[in-house]
Nanobody
Framework: VQFVESGGGLVQPGGSLTLSCEAS????????MSWYRQAPGKERELVAT????????EYADSTKGRFTISRDNTKKTVYLQMNSLKSEDTAVYFC???????????????WGQGTQVTVSS
């Protein structure tokens, strides 16, 4: 199982970024997917989650109304559109398999390298 995240970078407060995560090694279209983030000195937290068919999406309170999760099952890719970025969104962002929680039975504990998002003027 592999996850390859991309799309991070340095952005000013109020700006936007779109992250991508290409997954492999498991039947992508069968499972929900989630985005997580980890800021320095903090635990990894769930940011957004989406069901296998995109019928349901949920967000952390801190990102609701600003972030949008989506997926393309033909490309085995999940996206995170981030708008109105704030300094507190600065973190390394990861994707992983599972709706609302990790499915370690599928991922085997695997994580990608993540993509760094830095929000600063």
């Amino acid at each position: 199982v592999q996850f390859v995240e991309s799309g991070g970078g340095l952005v000013q407060p109020g700006g936007s970024l779109t992250l991508s995560c290409e997954a492999s090694g498991f039947p992508f279209g069968v499972y929900g997917m989630s985005w997580y983030r980890q800021a320095p000195g903090k635990e990894r937290e769930l940011v957004a989650t989406i069901t296998s068919g995109s019928g349901s999406r949920e967000y952390a309170d801190s990102t609701k109304g600003r972030f949008t999760i989506s997926r393309d099952n033909t490309k085995k890719t999940v996206y995170l559109q981030m708008n109105s970025l704030k300094s507190e969104d600065t973190a390394v962002y990861f994707c992983n398999v599972g709706w609302k929680s990790l499915l370690t039975s599928v991922s085997g504990g695997s994580w990608g390298q993540g993509t760094q998002v830095t929000v600063s003027s």
